[in-house]
């Protein structure tokens, strides 16, 4: 079986959906598919997409795309038809102007289209300053679903909250909840957390979307804010900000241990998660959640932001292990629980590694690959 892999920026560091992107593709070739992509050229130590695409300049929003570590790519139609001609099926892993283009020749060309939903549209406009206005996300979602996601017969939503809120906008295929997947480590044991001080970590980029300054907000509250050091693994458009946040609550003697922030290689993250007391994840939208989920497979006991458009929650197994979305009080609350029982967080954490190993990638690319053995039957019938 012949896939392409369309997306703008598969080949860029710091984008969750690029990284999710690349792993799958490789699972793919480990399970004896071609796998090709159809994507802009990204980072230099990255490799280089199969079909190249020029990058896309925007007038106005470009500076804001970049801080995403996004990017958009321009269509070149010559290298987009030999693409969509090799292959047998196409995944497309964004509704935007890119796979509008390349699902219309996939049509034209009489070939199977799939595609993942990896991005509420309540990303993008709480992004833009639009934070908790439905209709321009509800607008926004269907007509992704009518530009983009309607050439593809199937659909991969990650999680089921994220299929939920996909449902009754108008897309005429098949939907399944298939997880993204993470590249789970054999023999993953209880590593003794760090407790002097207690380190606490935050995984994901810095956007609004992520609501990171939840957790500095929550250290006013918090009981052991002195005995807590703070990780902050990321990049993104507010770092600057969340930094003088930081700098602000160690000045006024709220905090003892000034925050760290610093975008980590995958072996760094591994190495902070086992180390880590608590991993907190503060986000308002989430489609599935790879960064907690990579924490908590290391056996680091997770404290989630719980609300209609995050997934996240779904990886936790007790209620300490949530809190209302961007609520300081309740997440210092759920803090204090976790130090004050240290016998919980530890009979907690490998549970938490036994959980984990339902989301293993090689579980997803099984599914995957049923996917889109259907899609391929639907364009012989």
Not at 84 to 113: N, S, T, Y
Not at 370 to 377: R, V
């Amino acid at each position: 079986m012949k896939v392409l892999f369309v997306g703008n920026s598969l080949y860029y560091n710091g984008n969750g959906l690029a990284k999710s992107a690349r792993v799958t593709m490789e699972r793919l070739r480990g399970a004896g598919m071609e796998v090709r992509s159809l994507s802009m050229a990204g980072d230099e130590n990255m490799p280089k997409p199969d079909y190249v695409m020029p990058m896309y300049h925007f007038p106005i929003f470009q500076k804001l795309v970049v801080s995403h570590s996004y990017y958009f790519a321009a269509s070149n139609m010559d290298q987009i038809r030999e693409a969509v001609a090799w292959a047998d099926i196409i995944h497309m892993e964004e509704p935007f102007v890119l796979e509008h283009k390349v699902g219309k020749e996939a049509r034209r060309q009489g070939k199977a289209c799939v595609g993942t939903y990896h991005v509420h549209t309540d990303n993008i406009t709480r992004d833009l300053g639009m934070r908790g206005w439905k209709l321009p996300a509800n607008l926004l979602l269907r007509n992704f679903i009518y530009y983009g996601y309607n050439y593809c017969s199937d659909l991969q939503c990650p999680s089921q909250n994220a299929m939920e809120r996909f449902s009754g906008y108008g897309y005429k295929g098949d939907m399944y909840c298939i997880s993204n997947g993470i590249e789970l480590e054999e023999n993953v044991t209880v590593s003794e957390p760090q407790t002097d001080p207690y380190l606490i970590v935050c995984i994901g980029r810095f956007t609004n979307d992520k609501s990171t300054h939840t957790l500095l907000e929550a250290m006013q509250y918090c009981r052991h804010r002195s005995q807590i050091q703070l990780f902050f693994a990321g990049k993104g458009e507010n770092e600057a900000k969340l930094k003088r946040m930081a700098a602000k609550l160690v000045r006024k003697g709220v905090i003892r241990y000034e925050p760290e922030f610093e975008f980590c290689s995958k072996s760094k993250l591994r190495e902070l998660a086992r180390k880590a007391y608590l991993a907190v994840h503060c986000a308002v939208v989430e489609v599935e959640g790879l960064s907690i989920m990579e924490a908590v497979s290391q056996g680091t006991v997770p404290v989630v932001a719980e609300g209609p458009l995050t997934a996240a929650p779904q990886f936790t197994l007790s209620p300490e292990s949530r809190f209302p979305v961007q609520n300081a009080k309740a997440l210092a609350e759920r803090i204090d629980w976790w130090i004050e029982h240290p016998e919980k967080r530890m009979e907690y954490a490998p549970k938490y590694i036994e959980a984990m190993k339902q989301y293993d990638v090689h579980n997803s690319i099984s599914q995957l690959i049923e996917m889109y053995k259907k899609a391929i039957d639907k364009v012989k019938k």
